[in-house]
């Protein structure tokens, strides 16, 4: 009974969401997970305490909203985006190629570079441009940042989420990372047939599957190979290299030269995102966090750390853009607007995850409870190892988080049912990856930069494809420990 107990916030969140629609799955499953949270023997303070935590991870995933239409308001405003989509033409007439070099290669460049659901916030904006349909965009980049986020924001994933709190080894490190990203290239050929149908069902019939591949072999073979190498630097470099290797492969002999100066504030916003990851002092230097300690007398404690939010460069390269285009206005009414508009939902969808990681005061929480459950599922437990990444996304929204909460149970487990335990985190790490897709924070974040209301129709979109790929990870994992 307490395992169905646990996982009834998620059941509630996705069948309400699918059927009734984001607002009312949130609100119903906030009331129900409260309820919940004081059954399992946590008091009032507690649960101001968690209330606290989830106000703090709302305002950080406000300002990423806030600074990403800021910025392209102004660029949009001042004409800058259709300059960056004109530009895009010289490179191949095929509106559909221009898309999926966009949605592979910038996807992963700002997941790399940033994480903290930056690509959701600028790339979807990119495509719709385009001439793509908002929902279609949204679902796309979500689906491939799942494909990405193994080592974004410069390997926090697997650095901070697996190393630090487990001890890992540096050897340990490269054997998960080269595991994890040859799993998951080989997951997102599932993941982009997925993606083939959406656009086939949504946009056009896509004419031209067997390029799109070969630009997904450019991103994933270097990917693979930087991440035996180097897995923090994989995602930004095979990025890198795939949008290199594009331009050679897709330019017509005869096409103009590309002019790339309406991609300038996209560029300078990408050097200020990866400096302080680099640059040892600066690093330092952001890394000041306003602190809340013992949050109502609950002993929970919570902050946020402004500095290293993508906020505040979104917000200077915006600036720059008003500066030197003269702009008379800062057209502030629309984020600002969006910003309030998505707090309704987006406060109580955090809030449920952190009731469901705060419940443990008189036993086990919500979340250990759902790792209990599959981990008694003995020899079989590796094909449902990714589910619980994803899950653990899906409930607190990044991947590295997900990791924290759940590695050490990924880790015990597999020692237990004597199974190898770098795979075992490499599949937790995958799905934790493919939980991106489906997130309720970066979907409604995503949903909001992009101006849509219809937050089911992303989710409709993408549970299936991420479900059946963390599956087929399972799969891939078990087929490994059998060797």
Known sequence: MIYLLSLLPILLLIVV?????????????????????????????????????????????????????????????????????????????????????????LTAFFEGVAGFGTPGAIVPLILIALGFNAVLSVSVVLLLNGLFALFGAV?????????????????????????????????????????FRMVDRQHAPITYKKQVVVLYAFIMVPFCAIAWLAPELATVFSALAMLGLSVLYLRQKDSPTINFWPWLPYAVLAVLLLLPKLFWPLKEWIDLELSFEN??????????????????????????????????????????????????VLFPSVAIAQLMIFSGVEQPSMVRNIAALLGSLGQAYPLFSPLIGVLGAFITGSTTISNLVFGATQHEAAQSLNLDS?????????????????????????ASVADIKNYKAILSNNLVPATVAALLAGMLGMALLAL
């Open 17 to 105: 969401s699918l059927t009734r629609g984001v607002k009312p799955a949130v609100l119903a499953s906030w009331a129900v997970t409260s309820v919940l949270f004081f059954y399992w023997g946590a008091g009032a303070a507690h649960y101001m305490g968690a209330m606290g935590v989830a106000f703090l991870t709302t305002v950080n995933i406000l300002l990423i909203v806030l600074g990403a239409v800021f910025l392209y308001s102004i660029m949009f405003h001042t004409g800058m985006v259709e300059q960056l989509i004109s530009s895009l033409d010289k490179l191949h007439p095929s509106k559909e190629l221009r898309f999926f070099v966009l949605a592979l290669g």
């Open 155 to 195: 390997g926090t994933p697997i650095l901070i989420g697996l190393q630090l709190p487990l001890g890992l080894s540096a050897t340990e490190v490269q054997a998960i990372g080269i595991t994890a990203a040859l799993l998951l290239s080989i997951t997102g050929l599932l993941v982009l047939w997925f993606v």
């Open 295 to 344: 949050m109502f007398g609950s002993g929970i404690g919570g902050g946020i750390k402004p500095l290293q939010s993508p906020f505040i460069p979104f917000v200077v390269v915006g600036l720059g853009v008003a500066y030197f285009k003269k702009t008379t206005s800062l057209y502030l009414s629309e984020p600002l607007g969006k910003m309030l508009n998505v707090f309704v």
């Open 422 to 446: 770098n795979t075992i985190l490499a599949l937790q790490l995958v799905g934790a990856s493919l939980g991106n897709a489906v997130c309720m924070f970066n979907i409604i974040a995503a």
